[in-house]
């Protein structure tokens, strides 16, 4: 059976359910056990956030979630290395690339304000925006997802004072482009010209199109900094592969393809910006994991 992506006839945002077997016969949530519904080919349509991973965070409109694999034969903690490759964790990956929604069901945990009183709850649609590698707090990696709510649903009511942070409880619908002000700088520095290959966007109205990417994301749990040492001006493929961890850059300014490990340019650079080498290894790391030196400088040397 194909998954369906969106909420089910009938259901609306608030439903409490009293089990998981409810859930599946609903269509709101089909496996019974795990966490994810969800494959590399077709993506993840829905989650359940349960509180069985410590570093999962829940600040109602936005979610960080703990990817699934790990664990002991008990489920209590985790004893290895998570994958991106497990399927419920590439799922959730192409459903950011694609931009599918994915259905966000609550279990009921004393921990969360945003769990309900008893069984499971229906919270909406959210959107995959970001993913990453960290290091949990077993010491061990793990595969992380920042989830949005989607917008024009029912708000979500916190079940005590624990409000979300006000700073960071915005939605939003699509891939994040953030174009603030000094983001546009950055495209006027470069007459709207891709740093990675050149690209330069005409439109109908005789202006250019690019973006503006930021290096070390913004938003929890990365807290990046909207500055020109933090923005780069990008085409929208190679913006997207960056976002997605095609691509990184070494400390010198290459840009390499992460799946060969080859340098297929070096970025270019006009005027005084520059950008903050800190920020650079931060996204690095992100998606090569291991040393926290320039492993990919390294690799391509031995290439």
């Known amino acids: 059976?194909?998954?369906?992506?969106?909420?089910?006839?009938?259901?609306?945002?608030?439903?409490?359910?009293?089990?998981?077997?409810?859930?599946?016969?609903?269509?709101?949530?089909?496996?019974?056990?795990?966490?994810?519904?969800?494959?590399?080919?077709?993506?993840?349509?829905?989650?359940?956030?349960?509180?069985?991973?410590?570093?999962?965070?829940?600040?109602?409109?936005?979610?960080?979630?703990?990817?699934?694999g790990g664990r002991d034969s008990n489920g209590t903690r985790l004893i290895r290395d998570q994958s991106p490759d497990a399927p419920g964790n590439a799922g959730l990956a192409t459903s950011m690339a694609m931009g599918l929604p994915v259905r966000v069901v609550r279990k009921h945990n004393k921990n969360s304000a945003f769990a309900p009183p008893y069984g499971y709850r229906y919270s909406g649609l959210y959107l995959v925006t970001q993913t990453w590698m960290a290091t949990g707090r077993d010491g061990f990696q793990i595969v992380q997802f920042r989830l949005e709510r989607i917008d024009e649903q029912l708000p979500l009511e916190p079940q005590s004072a624990n409000d979300p942070d006000p700073e960071y409880a915005s939605t939003i619908?699509?891939?994040?482009?953030?174009d603030s002000q000094l983001a546009r700088q950055i495209k006027q520095l470069y007459d709207f010209q891709c740093q990675v290959c050149g690209a330069q966007i005409p439109t109908v109205n005789g202006h250019f199109y690019a973006e503006g990417a930021h290096v070390r994301p913004l938003g929890r749990p990365h807290v990046g900094r909207d500055n020109w040492s933090n923005i780069l001006c990008m085409c929208p493929n190679h913006h997207t592969q960056f976002d997605l961890g095609g691509i990184v850059l070494t400390d010198r300014m290459e840009v390499v393809e992460t799946r060969k490990m080859t340098a297929i340019a070096e970025l270019t650079f006009r005027k005084s910006h520059f950008l903050d080498i800190t920020n650079v290894r931060y996204h690095r790391q992100l998606w090569i994991s291991g040393e926290p030196g320039d492993r990919a400088a390294q690799q391509l040397k031995r290439a």
């Open 1 to 68: 059976m194909s998954k369906f992506f969106g909420t089910p006839d009938g259901i609306t945002v608030g439903r409490l359910f009293k089990d998981r077997r409810e859930l599946h016969d609903t269509n709101v949530h089909r496996p019974t056990q795990p966490g994810i519904s969800g494959t590399k080919a077709e993506g993840a349509d829905s989650i359940v956030l349960s509180g069985g991973y410590s570093d999962d965070e829940d600040h109602g409109d936005y979610i960080i979630y703990t990817g699934h």
């Open 173 to 178: 619908i699509s891939r994040r482009i953030r």
